[in-house]
């Protein structure tokens, strides 16, 4: 049983940064497509970015140029690294892992963490 844990949120100015991190226990997170996902107030949960078990990395249109994906093995880490924050990036951000290639569905992520909460003021 994969367990995760996501930390590094916050309340941050807009242009600003935050390294969010999501830590894996009881499977390593390199077997794994690895993802993080947002969900805004009202809002569906949306993919954000994934790292596939070869290191290809993957960005939803909004993020790209500013959101870094990376994992470090050794730590079984995650990390999602955002710069140049905006407004409409604050959600709770969650980190899940997945043995499917469909790196972007909700529904293909079998393990997932509690959330950390993202804020970005104007």
């Known amino acids: 049983q994969v367990q995760l844990v996501e930390s590094g949120g916050g309340l941050v100015q807009a242009g600003g940064s935050l390294r969010l991190s999501c830590t894996s226990s009881?499977?390593?997170?390199?077997?794994?497509?690895m993802g993080w996902f947002r969900q805004a107030p009202g809002k569906e949960r949306e993919f954000v970015a994934a790292?596939?078990?070869?290191?290809?990395?993957y960005y939803t249109d909004s993020v790209k140029g500013r959101f870094t994906i990376s994992r470090d093995n050794a730590k079984n880490t995650v990390l999602l690294q955002m710069n140049r924050l905006k407004a409409e990036d604050t959600a709770v951000y969650y980190c899940?892992?997945?043995?499917?290639?469909?790196?972007?569905?909700?529904?293909?992520?079998?393990?997932w963490g509690q959330g950390t909460q993202v804020t970005v003021s104007s």
């Open positions: 899940a892992a997945s043995m499917s290639s469909y790196y972007y569905m909700v529904h293909e992520y079998d393990y």
């Open positions: 009881g499977g390593t997170s390199n077997r794994y497509t």
């Open positions: 790292i596939m078990w070869n290191d290809s990395t």
